[in-house]
């Protein structure tokens, strides 16, 4: 795996460790692997970790976020005004599709997700509030890269995550796509074609959210 260098040999660390982790629930012999890291290091590091709350032992005892990251991700959400006014909005893109609804920022070269509603469905698309996901996969990512269809939005079938759809609208500011809001579910209710159904509702999401945060286009 591929290491972001700072030059601060520990963070670097502790973040390639994470960044790991954030694939998914691992184990120690896991850890080394993805990371590259000895045995010992990589044991230290995510023992230390854990005890700070960065990470947890999920039931299995691999090593899994841990919940101090969910605060903190909700609490850096908090500091983007956009996330607080792009709420009654997206309860109400929920509401109407019945689908999960997100709202992403770029940063760098990844995506945010900054506020999050789920389906009420038990099958579901979760994407948690303070996420990391690429920008070149996935709807939101590709709005975000500055894709936009003639549609007004862009769709993608099963491109990030197999069996899951999306479509997704920009956030314009100034001429820049300042976010993008999303809507996303399993391909079996969205279908492989879910832009006629669910396009409309996202691009009505898009323009509320404009309204509600006071964007100039």
Known sequence: MEHTISGVGVIDKASALLSAVEAGPVGLAGLVERTGFSRATAHRLASALEVHGFLRRDTDGRFALGSRLLAMGHAAAREWPIAEAAGPALATLRDTTGESAQLYVRDGARRICVAS???????????????????????????LSGEAGPSGYVVSVGEREAGVASVSAPIPS????????????????????PGPRFGPPVIVAATAIVAAAGLER
């Open 174 to 193: 100034q001429g820049t796509v300042l976010a993008a809001v999303s809507v996303s579910g399993p391909i079996e209710r969205l279908t492989r074609d």
């Open 117 to 143: 509603l789920e389906s009420p469905h038990g099958l579901r698309t979760i994407v948690a509030t303070g996420a990391a996901l690429p920008l070149d996969q996935g709807s939101g990512g590709r709005v």
